[in-house]
Protein backbone atom coordinates (compact mmCIF):
# COMPACT_ATOMS: atom_id res chain seq x y z
CA UNK A 1 0.00 0.00 0.00
CA UNK A 2 1.19 3.30 -0.51
CA UNK A 3 -0.12 6.83 1.15
CA UNK A 4 1.12 10.31 1.31
CA UNK A 5 1.19 13.47 -0.52
CA UNK A 6 3.16 15.92 -2.61
CA UNK A 7 2.46 19.51 -1.62
CA UNK A 8 1.84 21.22 -5.34
CA UNK A 9 2.79 24.43 -3.76
CA UNK A 10 6.92 23.57 -2.69
CA UNK A 11 6.85 19.63 -4.24
CA UNK A 12 7.26 18.21 -0.93
CA UNK A 13 6.65 14.64 -0.62
CA UNK A 14 5.86 12.40 1.86
CA UNK A 15 5.07 9.38 0.80
CA UNK A 16 4.90 5.59 3.05
CA UNK A 17 4.84 2.69 1.42
CA UNK A 18 4.86 -0.62 2.59
CA UNK A 19 3.06 -3.97 1.40
CA UNK A 20 4.37 -7.36 -0.09
CA UNK A 21 5.63 -8.96 -3.60
CA UNK A 22 5.73 -11.71 -5.27
CA UNK A 23 9.01 -12.69 -7.09
CA UNK A 24 7.64 -14.72 -9.38
CA UNK A 25 5.63 -11.62 -11.23
CA UNK A 26 9.08 -11.26 -12.75
CA UNK A 27 9.70 -14.52 -14.24
CA UNK A 28 8.23 -13.22 -17.56
CA UNK A 29 10.07 -10.50 -17.87
CA UNK A 30 13.84 -12.06 -17.04
CA UNK A 31 12.71 -15.68 -18.88
CA UNK A 32 14.25 -14.65 -22.32
CA UNK A 33 17.99 -14.26 -20.17
CA UNK A 34 17.33 -18.12 -18.76
CA UNK A 35 16.84 -16.67 -15.16
CA UNK A 36 13.60 -17.70 -12.93
CA UNK A 37 12.64 -16.56 -9.82
CA UNK A 38 10.45 -17.09 -6.49
CA UNK A 39 10.18 -15.71 -3.35
CA UNK A 40 9.44 -12.64 -1.14
CA UNK A 41 10.12 -9.07 -0.83
CA UNK A 42 8.72 -7.61 1.57
CA UNK A 43 9.22 -3.28 1.53
CA UNK A 44 8.78 -0.66 3.81
CA UNK A 45 9.94 2.92 2.79
CA UNK A 46 9.58 6.33 3.38
CA UNK A 47 9.92 8.99 0.67
CA UNK A 48 10.50 12.87 2.29
CA UNK A 49 11.72 15.91 0.78
CA UNK A 50 11.89 17.88 -2.10
CA UNK A 51 10.36 16.25 -5.08
CA UNK A 52 13.69 16.55 -7.42
CA UNK A 53 16.00 15.12 -4.62
CA UNK A 54 13.76 12.91 -2.22
CA UNK A 55 14.76 11.22 0.56
CA UNK A 56 14.54 7.40 0.63
CA UNK A 57 14.63 5.71 3.74
CA UNK A 58 13.41 2.15 5.12
CA UNK A 59 14.32 -1.67 4.05
CA UNK A 60 13.43 -3.81 1.72
CA UNK A 61 13.33 -7.50 3.16
CA UNK A 62 13.71 -10.84 1.30
CA UNK A 63 12.64 -14.24 2.64
CA UNK A 64 13.05 -17.42 1.03
CA UNK A 65 13.95 -16.30 -2.46
CA UNK A 66 15.22 -19.03 -5.14
CA UNK A 67 17.17 -17.66 -8.13
CA UNK A 68 17.46 -20.14 -11.21
CA UNK A 69 19.90 -19.49 -14.63
CA UNK A 70 19.67 -22.07 -17.14
CA UNK A 71 23.34 -21.73 -18.18
CA UNK A 72 25.58 -22.31 -16.66
CA UNK A 73 23.49 -24.17 -14.28
CA UNK A 74 23.19 -22.43 -11.14
CA UNK A 75 20.48 -22.75 -8.87
CA UNK A 76 20.39 -20.66 -5.40
CA UNK A 77 17.72 -21.03 -3.01
CA UNK A 78 16.72 -19.87 0.74
CA UNK A 79 17.80 -16.56 -0.06
CA UNK A 80 17.28 -14.31 2.82
CA UNK A 81 18.12 -10.58 3.51
CA UNK A 82 17.66 -6.98 4.12
CA UNK A 83 18.66 -3.96 2.59
CA UNK A 84 18.15 -0.73 4.11
CA UNK A 85 18.00 2.36 2.34
CA UNK A 86 20.01 5.13 4.23
CA UNK A 87 18.76 8.05 1.67
CA UNK A 88 21.94 8.34 -0.31
CA UNK A 89 22.88 5.14 -0.08
CA UNK A 90 21.29 1.68 -0.36
CA UNK A 91 23.46 -0.69 1.98
CA UNK A 92 22.76 -4.83 1.87
CA UNK A 93 23.10 -6.47 5.22
CA UNK A 94 24.16 -9.87 5.00
CA UNK A 95 22.12 -11.93 2.91
CA UNK A 96 22.54 -15.91 3.36
CA UNK A 97 21.49 -18.61 1.24
CA UNK A 98 22.50 -21.81 -0.95
CA UNK A 99 24.07 -21.88 -4.42
CA UNK A 100 24.52 -25.01 -5.70
CA UNK A 101 24.22 -26.98 -2.56
CA UNK A 102 27.43 -24.54 -1.34
CA UNK A 103 26.84 -21.20 0.99
CA UNK A 104 26.67 -18.39 -0.19
CA UNK A 105 26.63 -14.89 1.68
CA UNK A 106 26.63 -11.52 -0.07
CA UNK A 107 26.99 -7.98 1.11
CA UNK A 108 27.17 -4.76 -0.84
CA UNK A 109 26.63 -1.03 -0.84
CA UNK A 110 25.03 1.23 -3.49
CA UNK A 111 25.28 4.99 -2.94
CA UNK A 112 22.00 6.35 -4.72
CA UNK A 113 23.23 10.12 -5.61
CA UNK A 114 23.31 11.35 -8.49
CA UNK A 115 26.38 10.91 -11.07
CA UNK A 116 27.84 8.02 -12.62
CA UNK A 117 26.87 4.52 -11.19
CA UNK A 118 29.64 3.32 -8.00
CA UNK A 119 28.98 -0.12 -6.67
CA UNK A 120 30.41 -3.13 -4.75
CA UNK A 121 29.01 -6.04 -3.84
CA UNK A 122 30.93 -9.26 -1.85
CA UNK A 123 30.01 -12.36 -2.15
CA UNK A 124 31.20 -15.64 -0.32
CA UNK A 125 30.70 -19.22 -1.66
CA UNK A 126 31.70 -22.40 0.33
CA UNK A 127 31.40 -25.99 -1.47
CA UNK A 128 29.60 -24.67 -4.72
CA UNK A 129 29.02 -27.84 -7.22
CA UNK A 130 29.54 -26.46 -10.73
CA UNK A 131 29.30 -27.70 -14.27
CA UNK A 132 30.69 -25.47 -16.55
CA UNK A 133 32.03 -25.87 -19.23
CA UNK A 134 30.24 -29.37 -19.99
CA UNK A 135 31.19 -32.29 -18.65
CA UNK A 136 34.19 -30.41 -16.11
CA UNK A 137 32.44 -30.88 -13.07
CA UNK A 138 33.97 -29.42 -9.89
CA UNK A 139 33.66 -28.12 -5.66
CA UNK A 140 34.87 -24.31 -5.59
CA UNK A 141 34.85 -22.18 -2.92
CA UNK A 142 35.39 -18.06 -3.48
CA UNK A 143 35.86 -14.67 -2.39
CA UNK A 144 35.03 -12.32 -4.66
CA UNK A 145 33.82 -8.40 -5.30
CA UNK A 146 31.84 -7.24 -8.06
CA UNK A 147 32.52 -3.12 -8.14
CA UNK A 148 32.16 -0.58 -10.69
CA UNK A 149 34.53 2.43 -10.86
CA UNK A 150 33.87 5.63 -9.49
CA UNK A 151 35.14 8.56 -11.46
CA UNK A 152 38.65 9.26 -11.59
CA UNK A 153 39.41 5.47 -10.97
CA UNK A 154 41.39 3.43 -13.84
CA UNK A 155 38.43 1.45 -14.97
CA UNK A 156 36.04 4.42 -14.33
CA UNK A 157 32.28 3.02 -14.89
CA UNK A 158 33.35 -0.52 -15.72
CA UNK A 159 32.12 -3.41 -13.45
CA UNK A 160 35.08 -5.34 -12.40
CA UNK A 161 34.64 -8.86 -11.15
CA UNK A 162 37.99 -9.70 -8.83
CA UNK A 163 38.76 -12.08 -5.82
CA UNK A 164 40.12 -15.64 -5.11
CA UNK A 165 38.35 -19.23 -6.65
CA UNK A 166 39.62 -22.31 -5.32
CA UNK A 167 38.70 -25.55 -6.95
CA UNK A 168 38.41 -27.58 -4.25
CA UNK A 169 38.11 -30.55 -6.33
CA UNK A 170 37.46 -31.87 -10.04
CA UNK A 171 36.69 -34.32 -12.18
CA UNK A 172 36.58 -34.81 -16.67
CA UNK A 173 35.41 -37.58 -17.46
CA UNK A 174 33.57 -36.81 -20.62
CA UNK A 175 34.61 -39.49 -23.72
CA UNK A 176 36.26 -36.76 -26.41
CA UNK A 177 34.97 -37.12 -29.94
CA UNK A 178 38.34 -35.51 -31.80
CA UNK A 179 37.06 -35.87 -35.56
CA UNK A 180 33.62 -34.47 -34.56
CA UNK A 181 34.86 -31.61 -32.57
CA UNK A 182 37.15 -30.66 -35.41
CA UNK A 183 34.36 -30.44 -37.52
CA UNK A 184 32.05 -28.83 -35.45
CA UNK A 185 34.82 -26.20 -34.58
CA UNK A 186 35.21 -25.45 -38.23
CA UNK A 187 31.46 -25.40 -39.37
CA UNK A 188 30.95 -23.09 -36.42
CA UNK A 189 33.70 -20.72 -37.55
CA UNK A 190 32.40 -20.71 -41.16
CA UNK A 191 29.11 -19.39 -39.82
CA UNK A 192 31.07 -16.74 -38.15
CA UNK A 193 31.02 -13.41 -39.58
CA UNK A 194 33.93 -11.32 -38.29
CA UNK A 195 33.27 -8.05 -37.13
CA UNK A 196 35.67 -5.39 -36.10
CA UNK A 197 35.95 -4.72 -32.28
CA UNK A 198 35.60 -1.26 -30.90
CA UNK A 199 36.86 -0.64 -27.33
CA UNK A 200 34.03 1.29 -25.57
CA UNK A 201 35.24 1.68 -21.93
CA UNK A 202 31.66 2.23 -20.72
CA UNK A 203 30.63 -1.45 -21.62
CA UNK A 204 32.45 -5.08 -21.05
CA UNK A 205 32.97 -6.84 -17.89
CA UNK A 206 36.83 -6.94 -16.16
CA UNK A 207 37.88 -9.43 -15.00
CA UNK A 208 41.10 -9.80 -11.99
CA UNK A 209 40.41 -13.22 -10.69
CA UNK A 210 43.30 -15.74 -9.21
CA UNK A 211 42.24 -19.57 -9.50
CA UNK A 212 43.93 -22.03 -7.84
CA UNK A 213 43.10 -26.01 -6.86
CA UNK A 214 43.15 -27.27 -3.85
CA UNK A 215 43.63 -31.01 -5.07
CA UNK A 216 44.57 -32.24 -9.14
CA UNK A 217 41.76 -32.29 -11.33
CA UNK A 218 41.33 -36.11 -12.49
CA UNK A 219 41.05 -36.50 -16.27
CA UNK A 220 39.98 -40.03 -16.93
CA UNK A 221 38.21 -40.46 -20.65
CA UNK A 222 39.24 -41.94 -23.99
CA UNK A 223 41.64 -39.06 -24.32
CA UNK A 224 44.09 -38.93 -22.00
CA UNK A 225 44.37 -40.13 -18.23
CA UNK A 226 46.04 -36.87 -16.19
CA UNK A 227 46.31 -35.45 -12.98
CA UNK A 228 45.89 -31.36 -13.55
CA UNK A 229 47.06 -28.82 -10.74
CA UNK A 230 45.48 -25.48 -11.90
CA UNK A 231 46.95 -21.97 -11.00
CA UNK A 232 46.19 -19.10 -13.12
CA UNK A 233 45.55 -15.20 -13.56
CA UNK A 234 42.50 -14.82 -15.44
Known amino acids: SVSGQVRLSDLETSIMANGQLDLRLLSPFVRGSGLSTAGTVI ?3 SVTGP ?7 GDVVLTDADL ?3 SP ?3 VSDLNGRAVFERDNLRIESMTGVINGGDLIVQGNLPLRGGPLSATLAATIRGMALQY ?11 LTFHVGEEGEVLEGIPVVQGAVQIVNGSYREPITVV ?7 QARA ?11 GS ?10 TDDIIVDNNAATAQLDVDLRV
Open 191 to 201: NTVPSPVVPNA
Open 180 to 186: GGVLAAL
Open 68 to 70: RLA
Open 133 to 143: PDGLRTEIDSQ
Open 51 to 57: LRRPNLD
Open 204 to 213: GLALNLIVTS
Open 73 to 75: RVF
Open 43 to 45: PRL
